[in-house]
């Protein structure tokens, strides 16, 4: 599937036909990822999917067994290729008792054209905790300090690993403006997210990697398309575990005292709840978000290896 924008945009990060194992464990299955000029591309996938292994290849901690690997037009393992990257990682550690202004600082003198400092705290919303030493912040002001260091040499391509955790919502809005704003200014992106609403709010494409393959990809609303759910609301006595093994339903659940549906025939299943609780209300159908997709996805591609 295709996602938008032509075959013709430059590359500037691509996974071709890369296989790589740990021990007796397939990481990544002959995988293809590309990342486009200018767009943010989420990967998804469930823990052990093979995520990490992709961006520690681009990152150039590893090296792949198979396939080819490229980043900025060339090697990741090329020092001049690495001074076009930032990155956001997980799980980080840095000097506790540095301030945030000099872990900045810091992180800036690697570059050859850094931003300038000050401009660097603002665009990552840290300017109010830039004199207070790294080891005294909040896990959410931790996160958003290590943006700032990861944002700091002007990235081509940034990769941003699960960078909402520990966010509250209103340092997260921040999070999202200014990512929308580096993306605007033609930084490109690869973002990890476990918050499937953040993939739905920022992603230009979405791939979808399970047991160390592609399973799908595409834009948000072509991964909504390809699985063609639609998700049921309503207040009903009937219970989940029994509308669950109903045809054309994938999933049932209370949710804020209401039935929720996610199907694949909407129409068959609102006849069969009207004809088995005529006291059913509030009734309402829409198309499925991008966390309904991902579950459908990444379920059928489990359910397809066990048979």
Known sequence: MHGAGSGDE???????????????VVALDAIDIQVRGGEL?????????GKSTAISLWLG???????????????PQDIAHRQGLGVMMQ???MPKELRVRELVRLASSYYSDPLPLEETLRRAGVTAIADRRYGKLSGGQKRLAQFAVAICGQPRVLFLDEPSVGLDVTAREVLWTNIRNLLASGCSIVLTTHYLEEAE?????????????VIATGSVDDMRALVACRTISCESRLLPAHVRTWPGV????????????????????VRRLLAEDSSLCRLEVRQAGLNEAFNELTK???TSEAA
């Open 91 to 93: 799980d980080v550690e």
């Open 300 to 302: 059928s591609e489990i």
């Open 10 to 24: 430059l590359l500037v990060a691509e996974l071709r036909g890369v296989s790589k194992k740990f021990g007796d």
């Open 61 to 75: 901690l590893i090296e792949a067994d198979a396939g080819h690997v490229s980043l900025l037009g060339g090697s």
């Open 250 to 269: 994938t999933d049932a659940r209370v949710e804020r005292n209401r039935l929720s549906i996610t199907a694949t025939d909407a129409e068959g299943v």
């Open 41 to 49: 591309l989420a990967v998804l996938g469930p823990n052990g999917a």
């Open 201 to 213: 709010a920022l992603a230009n494409r979405v791939t979808v990697i399970s047991r160390g393959r």
